[in-house]
Every structure is written in C-alpha cells, then in structure tokens.
C-alpha cells in the first residue's frame, strides 16, 4: 500500500477510484471553501439558485461515485440545526402571515423574516454539510492534515488535530473496554445513584488517558521530535488537478453573480 492512502481511515470516508478521489487534499478543501463562501454570499431571496447549488454538488457526488444514500444518511448530523431552524418563524419579530390551508394550524402567525431566516440556515447550512460530507467521502484524514498543511494552516493547530483524530479511537476503545469490565460484573446503570460509578470510570479515564499521552510525548521525543512532524510525502498538484478542482467554485461563482444581478 501506498503511503499516500496508508493514512488513518474513518468512517465516513469511501474507498473508490475517481476524478475526485485523485484530487489533491489541498485542492479539494480550497475548493469546497469557495464553494461555502459563495453559497453563503447569495441571497436568501434567490431560491432558484439554491436548487442550482444543489445539483452542483449531486453531479460532484455522480462523479465521486458516492452514493447518494450514503450522502444523505451522513447529513443527519444537521438534524439539531434543522430544529433550530424550525423554531425562527415563531420567535422571531417583524410582519407576521397568517398559515392557511393546513387543518389543525388555521390562525397560525408566523413572522416573515423569521420564515426567511429559516430557510436561509436550512438552504445553506445543508449545503455546506453536504459539501464537507464530499470531502470527507472522497479524501483520508491523513490527506486532509497533509492538504491544511500545505495550505500554510499554522502547524501546531495541524498537529493538535492530527493527534485528536489519531487518538480518539484509543480512547473511545478504553471506553469500551471499562464500560465491558463493569458489565461483567453487574453493574447497570438505571439511576441516580449508578451516578457515582460513572463519575468514579470517567476520572479514571481521564488519568489514563493523561498518562498515555505522556508515554506517547516521551516515545515522540526519545525518536527524534522537536515540535514539528515530518512530511513523508508531499503532494503537489498540477495546473490540470487545480483547473479540476475550480470547476465546482467556478460555476458556483457564477451561480451567485446571477443571484445578485435577478
């Protein structure tokens, strides 16, 4: 295996051999930042444009091979901004409309600038999960590290993510594994008073969590570590892979400028 894609693999990640695939890191996530700013720059009273939007990122999807199931059951994690969103037309102020024609709701006043300020977090907040739900689709953890490297991200901020992500597993398994040594001996937490013996599992995590990472710090710097890690392989993209890149921003610019024009 390569060490381009000898990386840390998670799961929302999906293998697949694609235009998009092959992209550079550090193109694609250039990319899908102009395509946010651009799709948050549009006006909220372009609602045709949003649609376009829309079928940007499902011909990105055709041509990444992902499915658009899996990019649909990913976007749930919008869901409690979804409720957020829900919740504006009846808190917020300004001119009300009364909501007719759907029985049981009769009378309803909802506000119009909350109405619009709904749909303006739900247009666009979908569309920028579904563009990180791509990136992630279509690009390994390991990559998308190298790729905010090498678009100048300050390193320790690369690093502290890298270790996270790195990490995260090794403690979501000690999770496991204590939560499987309290089960066997009986324990069931169906009350207030299990409470004590969460809080009692969570500091021992926590303490061996800690140590771990000073194992990890020592091993780090007994091999060499002086505050930066080593780049096995640098990825450079070529002016095809960057022209390959733009076509989603590009045409996205395009959908916003006839966004303010109509």
């Known amino acids: 295996m390569s060490t381009r894609h000898a990386g840390h693999a998670h799961k929302l990640y999906l293998h697949a051999h694609s235009p998009v695939h092959s ?3 550090h193109c694609k996530l250039a990319a899908v930042f102009a395509f946010v700013l651009l799709v948050v720059a549009t006006p909220r009273e372009a609602v045709w444009a949003f649609g376009l939007y829309a079928l940007l990122l499902a011909a990105v999807a055709a041509a990444a091979r992902v499915p ?18 829900l919740l504006m037309p009846f808190v917020a102020e300004g001119p009300y409309t009364e ?4 029985p049981g709701l009769s009378g309803v006043s909802l506000s119009v600038s909350g109405l619009w300020s ?13 563009a990180s739900v791509l990136l992630a689709s279509t690009t390994e953890l390991r990559e998308l590290l190298l790729g905010l490297q090498k678009l100048r991200l300050p390193p320790l901020l690369v690093q502290i993510a890298s270790f996270m992500i790195r990490y995260g597993d090794v403690i979501a398994d000690e999770m496991r594994r204590m939560r499987v040594a309290r089960l066997s001996r009986g324990f069931r937490a169906t009350g207030v008073r299990q409470w004590g013996v969460l809080a009692k599992s969570a500091g021992a995590l926590f303490i061996r ?7 990890v710090h020592l091993a780090m710097v007994s091999r060499g570590y002086t505050g930066t890690m080593p780049v096995v392989d640098e990825a450079v993209a ?10 989603l921003p590009l045409a996205a610019l ?3 400028l006839l966004g303010w024009a109509l």
């Not at 658009?68 to 969103?85: N, S």
């Open 99 to 102: 909501l007719g024609g759907v």
């Open 209 to 215: 969590s800690y140590e771990r990472g000073e194992r």
């Open 23 to 25: 992209l550079p890191a």
């Open 118 to 130: 709904a749909w303006n977090i739900l247009a666009k907040g979908t569309l920028g999960v579904a």
């Open 254 to 256: 395009a959908v916003c």
């Open 238 to 247: 070529t002016r095809a892979q960057w022209g390959g890149a733009a076509a």
């Open 68 to 85: 658009y199931g899996h990019l649909l059951k990913r976007m749930l994690i919008e869901v409690p901004f979804v409720g957020f969103a």
